[in-house]
């Protein structure tokens, strides 16, 4: 439709455009190059918000973004386990340590949200918060996992819809949120911007 409102993603993560497509969105993705390291907050919860935060903004203010009218989403998540913020592993030694630490435990996914109506000028952000219990895989499966190299690209080092979801005996909360993106969050926060989810809808979704 050609007063489609333009939709971008500022993650590059595959799991997050899975999401916003199977609910019947098109967004196009703009990474933020944000540095990651260079952020910071008091808390896990605070931090992934910050970061979400991060990354639209960088977006939502290039100047052909902001022509376009466009909406902007940005996310990210960290898993707090005992109070540390723990994203992506920085390698194979930290990701079967993690893995050690983390099983026949309970940690909870944080991932910030944060939508930018650039034709507004206004913003509104959000964290979704998910309990995760993990499994207790041995120290063979870990290294096994490990070597697969899926826990590297994913916060936690861990994902539900990969490898590692066997080892997940299950989560308290949102399903999405585990993978990136809690979408009842995000019409939440489209409607405080007074955008309805579902005008939102691809063409194909329509029919």
Not at 71 to 99: Q, T
């Amino acid at each position: 439709m050609s007063d489609q409102r333009r939709l971008v993603l500022a993650s590059q993560s595959p799991a997050r455009l899975g999401l916003l497509r199977q609910a019947g969105l098109a967004p196009e993705v703009i990474v933020s190059g944000v540095d990651e390291d260079a952020v910071s907050a008091p808390t896990p919860a605070e931090l992934a918000l910050a970061l979400a935060e991060a990354k639209a903004s960088v977006v939502a203010a290039r100047p052909e973004v902001v022509s376009s009218g466009a909406l902007v989403i940005g996310c990210d998540s960290v898993l707090d386990l005992d109070g540390e913020a723990l994203g992506k592993p920085a390698d194979a030694a930290e990701a079967r340590a993690r893995w050690q630490a983390m099983r026949g435990r309970a940690g909870t996914l944080q991932t910030g949200h944060c939508v930018y109506d650039t034709a507004s000028g206004r913003h509104r952000a959000a964290t979704a918060s998910t309990v995760v219990r993990f499994g207790s895989p041995s120290d063979a499966e870990i290294e096994a996992y490990v070597a697969s190299g899926e826990p590297l690209y994913v916060a936690g080092a861990f994902t539900l819809d990969g490898l590692s979801g066997p080892f997940i005996d299950g989560i308290d909360g949102d399903h999405g949120n585990v993978l990136g993106l809690s979408l009842p969050l995000l019409r939440k926060l489209l409607a405080e911007l007074g955008v309805g989810i579902t005008d939102l809808w691809a063409a194909g979704a329509r029919d």
